[in-house]
């Protein structure tokens, strides 16, 4: 930390306080961002910021410190974030969906100093050996803040699966950020753009719709949550709420898209990250009204959200897979296999390098130097790091995803150790050993958790438990319980007999179903095509076979596209159970009584 020229508005901005400070300078009284109850002008939000980091001053925090984060998406994670940033402190990303445990565990790991919350929240952190420091109901006035961070100092930690059981905390410097918020490759925003806001603070996409949309002067825009989106009309909100630009999350985006080409149309800027992007999602969103350019992101967050970036044109959209396009400006992309760079076409792993790497990994040397390598080839392409993602680079220089080359996994847009998962699944009450699978591809993708008990174990049981100790995408959506897990004849589990297993009770399953009813019938084959299971049955709970709030939009799409019936997405979220909703549907569907 030292004095800098960096709050300097005529000169490029170095640090996120200093980029924030220009558009503050450039257009004080332009709305800085906005959710269903408050507006605030970026000067206003300069004014808040500077009041959350002298009440943090006030407690003692400072350079060097970290600070949790944890608050619901409203404006005041912009005013938060802001002031732990003008203290001199970094922030810890904590998602408010998570379990009590998992947060509290992201707050102990990473060290955090103290802890900033709503105030009627912090009675959830008494727990917590953390000071715990309640948002104020009233923003007074306070200096601005006489510090000064270099570019070098941490901004943010966050959190991403880890294969050891305890999640990897990613601390990103000032200037990593500064690049990606500043990258020119990336398709530009204007002061005149509205930005949707849907992602969690601990999710990496929140980097773009808070700092792009800063750099750029725009407003960002806190949208409801993405099922109440659904519930009320995607486009239709996003026409409401004038929003013009968004960056999305892939999931979303396939999901919505096959159902509802249009939802996007409202955008001149479409830009999706996370997971890999399903043609058929661009062919429907290219293909309708939507007249915006579609851009597909491709970074783990050791990267700073994205580090390639591809226009998806209707070209792209008919072949078997999106490219994940060239890398950002700043960014080296290498791709090597057996020790040497791949030839165009050739399958490797994907190095990644530049001003957008990451420090590495919080209190962990080891696992850092194992995953950011300097130069691990003798080439000359200095420190990277190793994505463990396939890659081909094409003959015009664009990168095609090809897949994992560990035991990773996308489920839901979130990426996924299964060895966390099945550590995770091992400490719940009564279960002696777990293996998890990834089942599905794309978008339909889920976790099928096999347990071994000490005892009998009780499935519904084994669920609410894991319900209560991971967060939601580490969740398996199908649980199979075993006396034992089975192995090879050279002691290693023995997948491929589980997968068998699994294979063989859900054709048991269908040949116990009862006779159907029609819409019974109907909806047993709707979700085995949904959720990419067999064996489905009119005692079925949605959720608890891998259903989320995405495919159950999708679902009360074809509903209404195949049988006519008007039913709510509320009502779908209130029928779980394969035969309830069958009824709900056929009361949907009756003709209204003669009067």
């Avoid at 909100?237 to 999901?255: D, I, Q, W």
């Avoid at 072949?319 to 960014?331: F, N, T, Y």
């Avoid at 290498?334 to 994907?350: I, K, N, Q």
């Avoid at 679902?555 to 195949?562: K, S, T, V």
Wanted: hydrophobic share 45%; proline share 7%.
């Amino acid at each position: 930390m030292s004095p800098s020229r960096d709050h300097d508005p005529a000169e490029a901005p170095r640090t996120l306080p200093a980029l924030f400070a220009r558009s503050v300078a450039r257009h004080p009284d332009r709305r800085a961002v906005s959710d269903g109850d408050t507006v605030l002008t970026y000067r206003e939000l300069d004014r808040r910021a500077d009041a959350v980091a002298a009440l943090l001053t006030g407690c003692g925090i400072g350079p060097g410190d970290r600070v949790g984060l944890y608050t619901s998406r409203s404006v005041d994670v912009f005013t938060a974030l802001l002031g732990v940033l003008k203290a001199g402190a970094a922030y810890v990303a904590v998602d408010d969906r998570y379990p009590d445990s998992r947060r509290d565990l992201m707050l102990t790991v990473s060290g955090a100093a103290a802890v900033l919350t709503r105030a009627d929240w912090a009675p959830r952190l008494a727990g917590l050996a953390v000071p715990v420091v309640p948002l104020p109901a009233e923003y007074g006035t306070a200096p601005a803040s006489a510090l000064r961070p270099d570019p070098e100092d941490a901004a943010g930690v966050l959190f991403t699966s880890g294969s050891t059981g305890t999640p990897k905390a990613i601390v990103l410097e000032h200037r990593n950020l500064v690049a990606f918020a500043l990258n020119r490759a990336l398709a530009p925003l204007t002061e005149e753009d509205r930005v949707g806001q849907i992602s969690s603070l601990s999710f990496d996409l929140f980097h773009y719709e808070m700092w792009n949309t800063f750099a750029a002067g725009a407003e960002v825009v806190v949208l409801p949550p993405v099922p109440e989106l659904l519930e009320a009309g995607f486009g239709a909100e996003l026409t409401r709420l004038r929003v013009t630009a968004m960056l999305v999350p892939t999931m979303v985006v396939n999901h919505v898209a096959t159902e509802h080409p249009d939802a996007f149309t409202p955008l001149r800027l479409l830009q999706v990250a996370g997971d890999v992007i399903l043609p058929a999602a661009c062919r429907n969103i290219l293909g309708g009204g939507f007249t915006g350019t579609l851009h597909n992101l491709y970074g783990p967050a050791e990267s700073t959200t994205a580090c390639t970036a591809h226009r998806v044109t209707a070209r792209d959209a008919e072949g078997d897979a999106i490219p994940i396009g060239r890398p950002l400006d700043g960014v080296t992309a290498h791709v090597f296999t057996d020790g040497r760079p791949a030839a165009p076409g050739e399958a490797g792993e994907l190095l990644i390098g530049g001003a957008q790497l990451a420090r590495g990994y919080l209190d962990a040397p080891e696992l850092t130097a194992e995953r950011f390598v300097d130069d691990p080839y003798g080439t000359g392409i200095g420190r990277v790091y190793r994505t463990g993602d396939l890659v081909r680079l094409r003959a015009d220089g664009v990168l095609d995803y090809v897949g994992r080359v560990d035991n990773q996994c996308k489920i839901r847009g979130f990426r996924v150790e299964l060895g966390e998962v099945e550590r995770l699944m091992r400490t719940l009450p009564g279960v002696r050993d777990a293996v998890v699978v990834p089942e599905g591809e794309g978008t339909d993708r889920m976790l099928v958790a096999f347990v071994a008990g000490d005892g009998p174990l009780d499935e519904a049981g084994v669920r609410e438990a894991a319900e209560k100790e991971l967060p939601f995408f580490m969740v398996p959506g199908s649980l199979v319980i075993l006396p034992e897990i089975p192995a090879t004849h050279h002691g290693k589990r023995d997948v491929a007999a589980l997968l068998g297993l699994l294979a063989e009770r859900r054709r048991a399953h269908a040949d116990e179903r009862r006779a159907l009813s029609p819409t019974e019938r109907y909806l047993t084959g709707l979700w085995e095509e949904l959720l990419a299971e067999t064996g489905i049955g009119s005692a079925d709970h949605f959720f608890e076979r891998g259903g989320n709030s995405l495919l159950a939009f999708r679902m009360r799409m074809r509903i209404a596209r195949d049988l006519g019936a008007g039913i709510s997405h509320r009502a779908v979220l209130d029928h779980p159970v394969l035969a309830d909703l069958a009824r709900a549907v056929d009361t949907a569907h009756a003709p209204a009584p003669q009067r």
